[in-house]
């Protein structure tokens, strides 16, 4: 009986062991405007392979970089490029892969837009967050304080508006409120107030009770941000240190393939080529759906077999041979 259980011991122990060596974890972390897109896509492809699970966490673009460069990551999102400072502190090893197109939006409380503040101008916009225009009735909008609401140093949405509002990445913003640490919490203390003005992705804005404004007379939209007349346009990228990890680069290709851009395109962002899915002639499978098979050509790298699908159907055997050895002794 004593060797029946231990036999039943190292079998549980032996399947334990091949389920958790069957899926590689790939890690990704970074830009809370890219985290949706990452989430959407990955909730997908960790549904139809088994080699690897990807998993997301937020924290900002530097923090995402940062983690990459220190090992604790094996891919960053970002909503900016490199930076030559983040080169210089870590090395030039790194890889920015292109993913999509992205905005920065300008957004106000909806009793700010009802007032009458509809459209702003980049140098209003500059005048708000320097502190020179502090109530909204300069602006011909109701006699209200602006309440005005930035992101976190670390946030790759700040730098690019930094550099495209204020004219540097290091500009001294002395109007603002507040400081948000993502763009759901621009979101919500935009929504919240009847004073505010905000930046988020553009992602951020659908379905939220803020309202947009145009910027310089151009509203963002698909087109306008592609072809780059709206001017706060930009680039959503995901990063390694050095190559690719097998597993990060295969999630990669997935993302840029075009089941992760109608998945990019139905989640609200911009990307590379919104053709692209339909062109691939792929749906978004629910959480139901099965798997594609090994020889499928729209998984992810093509994978010819699943070694810890093998490993354990093979364990059924494995758990035989050592109870009957173990009915021996």
Do not use: C
Request: aromatic content about 8%; charged content about 15%; overall charge negative.
């Amino acid at each position: 009986m004593r060797a029946l259980k231990v036999a039943l011991l190292f079998l549980a122990f032996l399947i334990s062991a091949s389920i958790a060596m069957a899926v590689t974890e790939v890690t990704v972390s970074g830009s809370t405007t890219v985290l949706p897109l990452a989430e959407a896509i990955s909730e997908v492809f960790n549904i139809q392979q088994s080699n690897y699970h990807v998993s997301i966490t937020g924290g900002g673009t530097g923090a995402g970089i940062t983690a990459i460069a220190e090992g604790r990551s094996d891919l960053a999102m970002a909503s900016r490029e490199v930076t030559s400072d983040e080169t210089a502190r870590y090395g030039d090893k790194f890889q920015e892969f292109f993913v999509g197109y992205d905005s920065i939006v300008i957004v106000v409380s909806g009793q700010v837009y009802d007032a009458g503040i509809k459209a702003l101008t980049k140098s209003q916009i500059r005048d708000i967050y320097v502190g020179d225009t502090k109530n909204w009735k300069d602006l011909g909008g109701p006699n209200q304080e602006i309440y005005v609401i930035a992101r976190e140093q670390s946030s790759g949405t700040r730098d690019t508006f930094d550099e495209d509002i204020m004219g540097s990445r290091s500009a001294e913003t002395p109007g603002v409120s507040t400081v948000a640490n993502s763009n759901a919490e621009v979101a919500t203390a935009v929504t919240g107030s009847n004073k505010a003005i905000g930046y988020v992705g553009y992602n951020y804005v659908r379905g939220i009770g803020m309202k947009v404004v145009p910027v310089d007379g151009v509203l963002p939209t698909l087109r306008t941000i592609k072809d780059g007349s709206y001017g706060l346009g930009r680039k959503l990228y995901l990063v390694s240190n050095g190559n690719p990890t097998q597993g990060a680069r295969t999630f990669i290709d997935f993302v840029l393939g075009g089941q992760g851009q109608e998945i990019a395109l139905e989640n609200g962002f911009i990307p590379l080529n919104e053709t692209a899915a339909s062109e691939a002639g792929v749906m978004i499978p629910s959480a139901a759906a099965p798997a594609p098979s090994a020889s499928d050509p729209s998984s992810p790298s093509s994978p010819k077999s699943q070694p810890g699908f093998e490993t354990f159907m093979a364990l059924p055997g494995v758990g035989a041979a050592v109870y009957l050895a173990a009915r021996k002794h």
